[in-house]
């Protein structure tokens, strides 16, 4: 009798632990189908829509495009076509070769980036495999990453952050693999992806950093070896580059990625942020303190994926894209947070514990990022036909005969291809001196472009010439235009663009 008396309430413990396991696989499930929703509906932006999701989009497809014709990719500071390409060659070349196979000039950048985006998840899972065997604490971490809206919005434009993402990641795997097998060709492997991210994107060297450092720790002399390989392979690739494109790639990789900082873009940074992952980021500090030698690289990781947000968010002309990397990073960690602290184990068996009421941030991270991603995909569906009517509109005077100067990019990416001057970039780069204003100053003093539309009204004053990120040029062509050129059209629309054509006086 005693013996069934202590027999039925260890089942009746059991069943209950078992029932609770199935609960949480369902609701798992369940926010792995709104996550999916969530995915399925910004590839149908992906593929439906034809005009920029950024601006910058316009600019990277108008590059690849120009580079693929032969018109070169990286371009001197002092000479025609006024642009900077500011990243690595990886993507435009990339993206230009599925435009010239037949892919839209928009649609092959995205697609390189949804399908760096889907891979980056499948990373996220692996990594996390090489540190954890909760499977639970696994799928959390993938959820909270594909959950982000952050993480999808740059998913699916055709800009260089989820590719650069998606390499660090393979790098890091590769070494979590090598830690674990140790097979040298992961690690060779490790420093191959390491500098294909560079080269995608420059500040893509937070997981480098990470495996360095850890390789310095744990194997000195591999790690020195490890460094020095990368560094050299680095530095030769830089340098042949440079000698490639006649000094061209360090004057826009480098020399014209210097660009002013502006310390209220730290904050607005800092608050989307708090808004949209606080409790990931919550977990993971969590996590850090109970971090082992096995997971300290994820968290070197975070550590320096963090910092180099924080050092370039405030510079003129960043966006949220800065926080990508860092973010998956940062899932990662609260995975390996779930796990380390038993979260899931102490949710089934009930516990009374401080450790599952993490489950109330992290719930609300993936309630109001799915909100945020509808309000996406919802907001690219309505400004679509809009952007589409704005361009039409611009058609007659973009598709002329005839040099053309715009700062309304999306058009030229439909009718022209190519670029004559960035006016953003090209004030920034004659303010600081690094342009000669002369060459342009000159064109529009005689006159030589067919039209010219910009974002303002020339002749009436505008306070948006006071905000450093506003695509406009600099005073003394400003004058020029006002001088030899006459408003014809203001075409009403998302941008607003005023046209200009020549005085004939």
């Not at 191959?192 to 560079?198: D, G, K, P």
């Amino acid at each position: 009798m005693a013996a069934l008396t202590t027999t039925v309430p260890q089942s009746s413990r059991a069943a209950e632990i078992a029932t609770r396991e199935q609960s949480c696989r369902l609701a798992l499930c369940g926010i792995a189908a709104f996550v999916a929703i969530g995915l399925i509906g910004h590839l149908a932006m992906l593929l439906w829509a034809r005009h920029e999701f950024t601006p910058v989009e316009s600019l990277v497809a108008l590059h690849s495009n120009m580079l693929v014709h032969g018109e070169g990719l990286y371009y001197n500071l002092n000479r025609y076509p006024f642009t900077v390409s500011p990243y690595g060659p990886i993507f435009y070349a990339a993206s230009g070769g599925l435009h010239r196979l037949g892919a839209g000039p928009y649609f092959s950048g995205r697609i390189l980036s949804f399908a760096a985006l889907l891979t980056s998840l499948w990373l996220c899972w692996k990594a996390l495999g090489y540190l954890t065997t909760d499977r639970f604490a696994r799928a959390t971490g993938v959820l909270l990453a594909a959950s982000t809206s952050n993480i999808l919005f740059w998913g699916t434009v055709g800009q260089v952050d989820m590719l650069a993402a998606c390499f660090s990641l393979a790098a890091f795997k590769s070494f979590l693999r090598y830690r674990e097998q140790r097979e040298i060709k992961t690690l060779v492997w490790s420093a191959i992806l390491v500098i294909l991210a560079i080269f995608t994107k420059q500040t893509s060297v937070a997981a480098g950093a990470a495996i360095g450092l850890t390789l310095l720790v744990e194997e000195r002399r591999r790690g020195v070896h490890w460094i020095a390989s990368v560094g050299v392979a680095a530095a030769c690739i830089a340098l042949a580059l440079n000698a490639i494109t006649l000094g061209g790639y360090f004057s826009d990789a480098v020399v014209a990625n210097i660009n002013p900082f502006a310390w209220h873009k730290l904050g607005e940074q800092s608050q989307y942020l708090i808004l949209t992952g606080a409790g990931v980021v919550l977990t993971a500090i969590v996590g850090a303190w109970h971090a082992s030698r096995r997971s300290a690289p994820l968290f070197l990781y975070a550590a320096f994926a963090a910092v180099v947000w924080l050092v370039t968010a405030p510079k003129i002309g960043s966006d949220l894209n800065y926080q990508v990397e860092m973010m998956l990073a940062l899932s990662m960690c609260a995975a390996y947070a779930l796990a380390e602290l038993k979260f899931f184990p102490s949710l089934f068996a009930g516990r009374r514990t401080w450790v599952t009421l993490l489950q109330a941030p992290l719930l609300l991270h993936i309630v109001v990022n799915l909100l945020l991603s509808a309000r996406v995909v919802t907001e690219r569906a309505l400004l679509e036909p809009a952007r589409s009517q704005e361009t039409a509109a611009l058609s007659p005077y973009i598709a002329r005969p005839g040099r053309v100067l715009s700062a309304h990019y999306d058009s030229l990416v439909q009718y022209r291809g190519n670029i004559e001057v960035e006016p953003l970039i090209y004030s920034l780069l004659v303010q600081a001196g690094r342009t000669d204003p002369g060459p342009l100053l000159r064109d529009l003093s005689t006159r030589q472009f067919a039209a010219i539309l910009l974002l303002e009204s020339v002749f009436e004053p505008s306070a948006r010439r006071e905000d450093a990120e506003f695509a406009h040029l600099p005073a003394a062509q400003i004058d020029a235009i006002r001088a030899n050129y006459r408003l014809v059209e203001h075409v009403k629309g998302p941008y607003g663009v005023y046209v200009y054509e020549p005085r004939h006086d």
